[in-house]
């Protein structure tokens, strides 16, 4: 079964720099979730879209920003990248409607920022 | 073994005995609890979840209880095996469709 698709994988990058991280759902998905987990800790969400419109925002700095495009996949922008930043960010996809709500989670892209 | 609550963040369990993770939620208005897994270097992994109007639901070897007067959640893994050894963490969602509130992750480690 195809699962969701986030690429890089793996991203290195210096501070004040800036990051695209990539998100393909799942097919016929149509909600996209981000969320960012630090060391040890638990993934915290960042923001949502549904059918390519914002649907939620959560804890993303005003330095972030994301899209979802007409194709459903998305985009995380990251801008003046700091050391703070270094994280793993998910990406989850889920199909709204007909009791459907469980969030398919990719594999993650590790930022890290020196 | 048996967590006693995530201010300990490592339960160790011998294989074949069963594991119980404990999970404290806040939000009154949650109506979806769920339980997932993750795999070091991995993506969280959907494990079973629960509806506020339930207490329990069954799954294959797990059994996810909800309190919702003390707000608890527990996962109970039966005959637990080496490949349960990952973080499971508890979430919480207000909508069918709503971002995820994570808890803190409990560290299981299975022991031969």
């Known amino acids: 079964a195809a699962g969701v698709i986030q690429s890089p994988r793996h991203l290195i990058k210096e501070k004040r720099e800036t990051a695209t991280l990539k998100c393909y759902p799942i097919?016929?998905?149509?909600?996209v979730y981000w969320y960012q987990q630090g060391p040890g800790q638990d993934p915290q969400f960042l923001i949502s879209?549904?059918?390519?419109?914002?649907?939620d925002k959560g804890s993303i700095p005003d330095r972030f920003s994301a899209q979802q495009f007409s194709d459903y996949h998305s985009e995380l922008n990251m801008s003046s990248l700091e050391l703070g930043d270094s994280a793993l960010y998910f990406c989850?996809?889920?199909?709204?409607?007909?009791?459907?709500?469980?969030?398919?989670f990719g594999p993650g892209t590790r930022l890290t920022v020196l | 073994g048996e967590s006693v609550g995530l201010h300990l963040p490592t339960l160790s369990v011998q294989e074949g005995d069963n594991s119980i993770i404990n999970c404290a939620y806040s939000?009154?208005?949650?109506?979806?609890f769920i339980w997932y897994k993750q795999e070091s270097g991995k993506g969280p992994q959907f494990i079973i979840d629960?509806?506020?109007?339930?207490d329990k639901r069954q799954g294959q070897r797990v059994t996810v209880l909800l309190n919702k007067t003390v707000k608890h959640l527990s996962l109970q893994i039966a005959a637990t095996q080496p490949g349960d050894s990952a973080v499971y963490f508890c979430?919480?969602?207000?909508?069918?469709?709503?971002?995820?509130?994570f808890g803190a992750g409990t560290q299981v480690v299975v022991t031969p």
């Open positions: 879209f549904y059918e390519k419109m914002q649907s």
């Open positions: 097919p016929r998905h149509d909600t």
């Open positions: 979430a919480e969602k207000e909508l069918s469709w709503g971002k995820l509130q």
């Open positions: 989850a996809s889920s199909r709204t409607g007909q009791g459907q709500h469980e969030q398919f």
């Open positions: 939000n009154s208005a949650s109506d979806y």
């Open positions: 629960i509806r506020s109007n339930m």
